[in-house]
């Protein structure tokens, strides 16, 4: 068994490398840029919003406490009529991508610390570079990408971009096999 001591530079060396991945993406590819649209009417959205000076958090429209409420006829009008969506609010601000950064750093090393916990469970000093790559790529891919499809499903999120986000973690869960593969103990 290799202990996870020994696992310290992949963890670290691959979150690294998804930061990387990750800001090239963004930054050079630019294919998620078409991944939010503005709405048609935006200032009076933005208007209508900060009259009710909601704070920052998670908020959906219509909002119904109780399902069994879904059954009466003026709420399923408001279904009707829409708008039905989800919606995030910030706290009101410049944008600072530092903060944003930092925990998409600790995130990719929080996966890149599990992953190691459970290849370190399951694999020995002197494993073959593909069977550390098949085993790391999969259990990352399952980290980076399992959690955008229940927002497909469950709150809207459209399955284009959805999509597109599964595929950034096949991206990461290939970059972090890659350097545990590399640097797997002998």
Same mark, same amino acid.
């Given at each position: 068994?290799?202990?996870?001591?020994?696992?310290?530079?992949?963890?670290?060396?691959?979150?690294?490398?998804?930061?990387?991945?990750?800001?090239?993406?963004?930054?050079?590819?630019?294919?998620?840029?078409?991944?939010?649209?503005?709405?048609?009417?935006?200032?009076?959205?933005?208007?209508?919003?900060?009259?009710?000076?909601?704070?920052?958090?998670?908020?959906?429209?219509?909002?119904?406490?109780?399902?069994?409420?879904?059954?009466?006829?003026?709420?399923?009008?408001?279904?009707?009529?829409?708008?039905?969506?989800?919606?995030?609010?910030?706290?009101?601000?410049?944008?600072?991508?530092?903060?944003?950064? /930092?925990?998409?750093?600790? @995130?990719?090393? +929080? &996966?890149?610390?599990? !992953?190691?916990?459970?290849?370190?469970?399951? $694999?020995? %000093?002197?494993?073959?570079?593909?069977?550390?790559?098949?085993?790391?790529?999969?259990?990352?891919?399952?980290?980076?990408?399992?959690?955008?499809?229940?927002?497909?499903?469950?709150?809207?999120?459209?399955?284009?971009? /959805?999509?597109?986000?599964? @595929?950034?973690? +096949? &991206?990461?869960?290939? !970059?972090?096999?890659?350097?545990?593969?590399? $640097?797997? %103990?002998?």
């Amino acid at each position: 068994m290799v202990s996870l001591g020994a696992l310290w530079l992949p963890i670290l060396l691959s979150a690294v490398f998804v930061f990387i991945v990750s800001s090239l993406i963004h930054m050079v590819l630019k294919y998620h840029n078409s991944d939010y649209r503005p709405l048609p009417n935006e200032d009076a959205v933005r208007a209508a919003i900060r009259s009710g000076n909601p704070p920052p958090g998670q908020y959906v429209t219509p909002y119904v406490m109780d399902m069994k409420d879904r059954e009466k006829p003026e709420v399923k009008q408001k279904y009707v009529e829409g708008p039905v969506g989800v919606l995030y609010l910030r706290r009101p601000g410049a944008v600072n991508m530092g903060p944003y950064l /930092a925990q998409w750093f600790g @995130f990719s090393l +929080l &996966v890149s610390f599990f !992953v190691a916990y459970i290849a370190c469970h399951a $694999l020995g %000093p002197g494993t073959p570079y593909l069977t550390v790559f098949q085993l790391v790529g999969a259990t990352a891919f399952l980290a980076y990408a399992a959690g955008q499809v229940p927002a497909a499903i469950w709150m809207g999120k459209p399955w284009r971009v /959805a999509g597109k986000e599964v @595929f950034d973690g +096949l &991206v990461y869960g290939l !970059v972090t096999a890659g350097t545990f593969g590399w $640097l797997w %103990p002998g």
